[in-house]
């Protein structure tokens, strides 16, 4: 187990509607990293948050949205959901000042679009 | 752009004999290669990595090699066992402040009895 935990576990919503997903960080962890991954596809970067700010972000649009709470716990928002936005959507926490590689995942949320 | 591909999608081996998983890479300018292992319904579980400016790196049954020339990065496990079937991602970080992960789409491993 990594320590990183992440709400709901499946979820399944309609074209449309909007979306929030949850994701509580490894302890002592501030830096929250979140990606998509499609069906039989790698990950995909879509933003990190560190100290509560946005710190980079992928090739997606505004309508994914997150932010970062004091306890470094994070949200993930879409709204507007796709058909495409169906995926398993990761997050993962790590220390800045250490290389990437310290990343640890969580187990991620199943998102069905419908 | 920037990408990280994989050779093969499928890999089958039998139990004890060694895997080699092979990935290319575009970007010159990552800082580290990354290896993670991911099972049905997990997330991604960090193996082994290699900073740009070594060739070869070991771990506990596995060992990574990169070649920069022809950037390709492979990840060799010795006496493959059951436990190692899943899908196999190379990853590379990013150059930005995020240091993000960039994946490649990945192999799944099969390890026969």
């Known amino acids: 187990e990594t320590g990183v935990t992440q709400s709901p576990t499946h979820l399944i919503k309609t074209r449309g509607q909007q979306v929030t997903l949850r994701c509580s960080s490894q302890?002592?962890?501030?830096?929250v990293s979140w990606y998509q991954q499609a069906l039989g596809q790698g990950p995909q970067f879509i933003f990190q948050?560190?100290?509560?700010?946005?710190?980079g972000r992928g090739n997606f649009p505004p309508r994914f949205s997150g932010l970062q709470f004091p306890n470094y716990s994070s949200e993930l928002n879409v709204n507007a959901l796709e058909l495409d936005d169906s995926a398993l959507y990761l997050c993962?926490?790590?220390?800045?000042?250490?290389?990437?590689?310290?990343?640890?995942f969580g187990q991620g949320t199943r998102l069905t679009v419908v | 752009g920037e990408s990280v591909g994989l050779h093969l999608p499928t890999l089958s081996v039998q139990e004890g004999d060694n895997s080699i998983i092979n990935c290319a890479y575009s970007n010159s300018a990552s800082d580290y290669f990354i290896w993670y292992k991911q099972e049905s319904g997990k997330g991604p579980q960090f193996i082994i990595d290699?900073?740009?400016?070594?060739d070869k790196r070991q771990g506990q049954r596995v060992t990574v090699l990169l070649n920069k020339t022809v950037k390709h990065l492979s990840l060799q496990i010795a006496a493959t066992q059951p436990g190692d079937s899943a899908v196999y991602f190379c990853?590379?970080?990013?150059?930005?402040?995020?240091?993000?992960?960039?994946f490649g789409s990945g192999t799944q491993l099969t390890v026969l009895p």
């Open positions: 993962a926490s790590s220390v800045p000042g250490q290389k990437s590689t310290e990343a640890f």
């Open positions: 990853a590379e970080t990013g150059s930005g402040s995020a240091r993000q992960l960039t």
């Open positions: 290699i900073r740009s400016n070594m």
């Open positions: 948050y560190y100290r509560e700010e946005e710190n």
């Open positions: 302890s002592g962890h501030n830096t």
